[in-house]
């Protein structure tokens, strides 16, 4: 039994490794083709400077709704391991 299953598992290799650039091939075939048109961007400097209320405003959003949610869970994961 187990010399079949490792035969089974050769002839899959074989096959996949034959047709994976196939496949892969087919699928990015047609994509090649088409034309994308490259957007026209062009950047200005700001209208208004950002000040420093504006920053501490962002940069603390940012610590309370990313930062804040995984230090309380990293903090907590001993009590989480031990309800399991």
């Known amino acids: 039994m187990y010399h079949h299953s490792r035969v089974v598992c050769s002839l899959i290799r074989v096959v996949m490794s034959v047709l994976t650039p196939l496949l892969l091939r087919g699928l990015t075939g047609p994509a090649r083709r088409l034309l994308v048109p490259?957007?026209?961007?062009?950047?200005?400097?700001?209208?208004?400077?950002?000040?420093?209320?504006?920053?501490?405003?962002?940069?603390?959003?940012?610590?309370?709704?990313?930062?804040?949610?995984?230090?309380?869970?990293?903090?907590h994961l001993e009590s989480y391991k031990k309800r399991e």
């Open 38 to 75: 490259r957007a026209q961007v062009h950047s200005k400097p700001p209208r208004e400077q950002l000040g420093t209320m504006d920053i501490t405003i962002g940069l603390t959003s940012c610590f309370l709704c990313f930062l804040l949610p995984a230090g309380w869970v990293l903090s």
